[in-house]
């Protein structure tokens, strides 16, 4: 059994998809970013960054990982599905994750911040983001010009950028020019994990998020 860490953000689906792709039996433990759950002394002692997800896998003598990727990575191995065993491809998938884990998340969530949340519009710097998050939106609607998936076949590669891209409106950035994200983005919906997923440990409010996010920044 995995006890689950989470909140309703494209990092905490990350895990949660990946759970339910894989089929694996897990416990939602909801954290309430707004409340300060994350840097409450008994979630730190879990997760020093203070930050969700977190999984402990019960069935390791109760083994902590924390890191939305380095949770998709160990999810993946335990089941022996979402990442290839073969040196070549699975440092492709890795490869994939990364650049998801240090470009696309980071930038669409500061685009997210800065066109949604932050109680000073400062125009060059929601610019900066969303220019820089359309940049590697592009970068993903090109590798999917010809091939179904990131890398092969579905991997965890694909829920990780999923989860983000998904909500790319969110930041105030279009994809009316990307056929082939839009493509791949549809393909993914349509996958039971994903709308699972996306659910845990509820549904995505726009509003509630709004309020939650400002009431951090204050």
Same mark, same amino acid.
């Given at each position: 059994?995995?006890?689950?860490?989470? /909140?309703?953000?494209?990092?905490?689906?990350?895990?949660?998809?990946?759970?339910?792709?894989?089929?694996?039996?897990?416990?939602?433990?909801?954290?309430?970013? +707004?409340?300060?759950?994350?840097?409450?002394?008994?979630?730190? !002692?879990?997760?020093?960054? +203070? =930050?969700?997800?977190?999984?402990?896998?019960?069935?390791?003598?109760?083994?902590?990982?924390?890191?939305?990727?380095?949770?998709?990575?160990?999810?993946?191995?335990?089941?022996?599905?979402?990442?290839?065993? @073969? @040196?070549?491809?699975? /440092?492709?998938?890795?490869?994939?994750?990364?650049?998801?884990? +240090?470009?696309?998340?980071?930038?669409?969530?500061?685009?997210?911040?800065?066109?949604?949340?932050?109680?000073?519009?400062?125009? @060059?710097?929601?610019?900066?983001?969303?220019?820089? /998050?359309?940049?590697?939106?592009?970068?993903?609607?090109?590798?999917?010009? &010809?091939?179904?998936?990131?890398?092969?076949?579905?991997?965890?590669?694909?829920?990780?950028?999923? /989860?983000? #891209?998904?909500?790319?409106?969110? #930041?105030?950035?279009?994809?009316?020019?990307?056929?082939?994200?839009? =493509?791949?983005?549809?393909?993914?919906?349509?996958?039971?994990?994903?709308?699972? +997923?996306?659910?845990?440990?509820?549904?995505?409010?726009? &509003? #509630?998020?709004?309020?939650? @996010?400002? !009431?951090?920044? #204050?």
């Amino acid at each position: 059994m995995i006890d689950l860490y989470t /909140s309703a953000t494209p990092n905490g689906w990350k895990a949660a998809i990946t759970l339910e792709e894989l089929e694996l039996p897990y416990e939602v433990h909801a954290l309430q970013l +707004g409340e300060g759950d994350q840097k409450k002394p008994d979630y730190l !002692k879990i997760n020093p960054n +203070g =930050r969700i997800p977190t999984i402990i896998d019960r069935d390791e003598d109760n083994f902590v990982v924390f890191e939305s990727g380095a949770i998709m990575i160990y999810l993946a191995d335990k089941a022996g599905r979402l990442i290839p065993t @073969a @040196a070549k491809p699975r /440092s492709e998938v890795i490869q994939w994750l990364m650049f998801q884990v +240090g470009g696309l998340g980071p930038m669409l969530g500061q685009a997210n911040v800065f066109y949604r949340y932050f109680p000073e519009k400062i125009p @060059a710097v929601i610019e900066r983001y969303q220019n820089e /998050s359309k940049r590697l939106l592009t970068v993903l609607d090109t590798r999917l010009e &010809d091939r179904e998936y990131l890398v092969d076949d579905f991997s965890i590669a694909d829920i990780a950028h999923w /989860s983000w #891209a998904r909500i790319h409106y969110y #930041a105030g950035v279009e994809i009316d020019d990307l056929p082939h994200l839009q =493509r791949w983005l549809a393909l993914l919906d349509a996958k039971p994990s994903c709308q699972k +997923g996306i659910v845990v440990p509820e549904p995505f409010v726009e &509003d #509630a998020t709004v309020a939650m @996010a400002k !009431k951090m920044l #204050a």
